[in-house]
């Protein structure tokens, strides 16, 4: 159950006002919409994926500019965090200015949570463990140690762990954890649905 003072409550109330926690998750939810807008409108990226060795995929590079750099998990995982902090931020405003918060944008608050924070986890380990050491075999400077792609994969993790730490202490309800499975079974979709936009022409 999503109640009000889930979003209001601090862990240390005698350093973090609720002003200050209401400030934070909206600094952090500006640094997820500027590192994506500043994405979106930049030079993009060429991927060289690591393939295992029985893969029937095409070793293509994949070309991502635009509206196509929202496509990867990665930006599905920090725009998910982004709003997630950007819907905690308002709803704590609401409710410390003495304001009644629909039911539903309290639920809505807590599911972004919960889905966001596994997630970003997940990303931060995936990176580390399996994708930086087989691009490093591959070449020291590799696309993993430009500043977005270490904001996405290092900054998601200080953020998340921030709230859970040392600002208003967010739940993740063990009877919820569904919704983060849900999440991955919707980008697996996605990624079906768009397995011919990779590399137009090329296929996957």
């Known amino acids: 159950i999503a109640k009000p003072e889930i979003f209001t409550q601090r862990l240390f109330p005698r350093y973090v006002s609720l002003g200050s926690l209401i400030y934070i998750r909206l600094m952090f939810a500006l640094l997820c919409l500027a590192v994506t807008t500043s994405s979106i409108l930049g030079e993009g990226v060429t991927l060289n994926p690591p393939y295992l060795p029985a893969s029937k995929l095409r070793k293509n590079p994949i070309r991502l500019k635009g509206i196509k750099l929202l496509f990867p998990c990665t930006s599905w ?3 998910l965090l982004g709003i997630s902090f950007a819907f905690s931020a ?4 609401r409710l410390g200015n003495g304001e009644t918060v629909s039911p539903l944008i309290l639920r809505t608050s807590l599911m972004l949570w919960e889905m966001a924070a596994p997630f ?3 990303v931060a380990a995936v990176t580390k463990y399996a994708l930086w050491p087989m691009q490093l075999k591959k070449s020291p400077n590799h696309v993993f140690k430009t500043t977005r ?3 996405q994969h290092n900054a998601n993790v200080v953020m998340a762990v921030c709230e859970v730490g040392l600002l208003g202490g967010l739940p993740v309800k063990m009877g919820h954890i569904s919704l983060a499975v849900l999440f991955g ?3 697996v979709f996605f990624t079906w ?3 011919y936009q990779w590399t137009p022409g090329k296929g996957p």
Do not use: P
């Not at 308002?90 to 405003?93: F, R």
């Open 185 to 187: 079974v919707a980008y």
């Open 193 to 195: 649905s768009i397995m």
């Open 120 to 122: 970003t986890l997940l």
């Open 77 to 79: 995982c920090w725009n």
């Open 90 to 93: 308002y709803t704590a405003w």
């Open 149 to 151: 792609a270490l904001l």
